[in-house]
């Protein structure tokens, strides 16, 4: 099973009214202030942010290229919060690989963190599709299902990950 290790949920309470911009493109990790790099507002005020993190064996890709794509998108999300930035690397890497879990993963939080929670729901779905039974997956989900404003449809899905959980450790 692949573990993805979530990093946490950060509440940020954005305020437009000011702001940082780098026209070197190097910016600093992403703090509680919004940045604004090449114009763009990195955290959209209000919600949360998600972080994530791989072990190297939970990069699992039959493709060189994908797995190269992934972790140039990776560092793009991770270290330097730019979440736009990172998709074309995560599109890059599933096209390559449309069995990629990781990237699947790695793009449905850029997108969370771009407030694009249906098409982070979409990335998660098929993550799950791919990895059924990973928890990890399940949780990104249901933090992206609440700040979508969809709080039941969160708490049904952590209810029934708990169940089947209880149920595959009986027997």
């Known amino acids: 099973m692949r573990r993805v290790i979530l990093l946490g949920i950060l509440i940020l309470s954005a305020s437009l009214s000011s702001g940082c911009f780098s026209p070197t ?4 990790p992403v703090t509680n202030n919004p940045q604004i790099i090449h114009g763009e507002l990195l955290i959209p005020s209000g919600g949360s942010s998600l972080a994530i993190a791989f072990d190297d064996a939970d990069i699992v890709t039959p493709s060189p ?16 919060g730019q979440y736009n930035d990172s ?17 699947w ?15 982070a729901i979409s990335c998660y779905d098929r993550a799950l599709a791919l990895s059924p039974r990973d928890p990890s997956i399940r949780s990104l989900k249901a933090a992206t299902l609440t700040d979508a404003g969809r709080s039941e449809e ?12 209880l149920s595959d450790s009986r027997g």
């Open 87 to 103: 998709l074309p690397f995560f599109n890059a890497a599933l096209a390559r690989d449309q069995n990629f879990t990781a990237a």
């Open 65 to 80: 290229e994908a797995e190269e794509q992934f972790r140039l998108g990776l560092d793009l999300l991770s270290r330097y």
């Open 25 to 28: 493109g190097i910016v600093a």
């Open 105 to 119: 993963l790695a793009k449905g939080v850029a997108l969370h963190n771009l407030h694009r929670y249906d098409d």
């Open 154 to 165: 969160a708490a049904d899905l952590l209810r029934l990950a708990a169940e089947s959980d």
